[in-house]
């Protein structure tokens, strides 16, 4: 419980508080939680037991810090009509890939079934595949 009568406020104000010589409590600071001196005194300690401590290492490339873009490609396709059961447009399977969380269909494998597909950006080849299977795209 704190009071007025403890003490450090007898000791403030004399050259040591209570430490008697100085040299007794030099590095280790007045709050006992805190790690002092490690750019001074305790460097060769941060060199040798903790190299990561000041955390900050290298240059972050600001392509870095560039959302990801979620990808799909145009041989999965057949295998989410069979999982899902797509809607209907102009008779053919409408697969919503932007509502699925998909941003992108590249135009990797092959389709066979004509197919409607909604998706935000494809390749061209992803394109030239759909078509030829009697499909289309739809952006968006």
Known sequence: MPHKLRK?????GSRTCG?????QHRKSSSKSRRKV?????GWSYVVKYEPDYF???GFTSPKSLIRRVNTINVGELEEIIYKVSPGRR??????DLTSMGY???LGKGEITRPVVVKVQSYSRRALEKIEKAGGEIIAG
């Open 8 to 12: 450090i406020r007898k000791k403030r």
């Open 19 to 23: 430490y008697g010589r100085v040299g």
């Open 37 to 41: 001196g490690r750019h001074k005194h």
């Open 55 to 57: 955390r900050r290492i």
């Open 90 to 95: 102009k008779g053919k399977p409408l697969i």
């Open 103 to 105: 941003d992108k269909l």
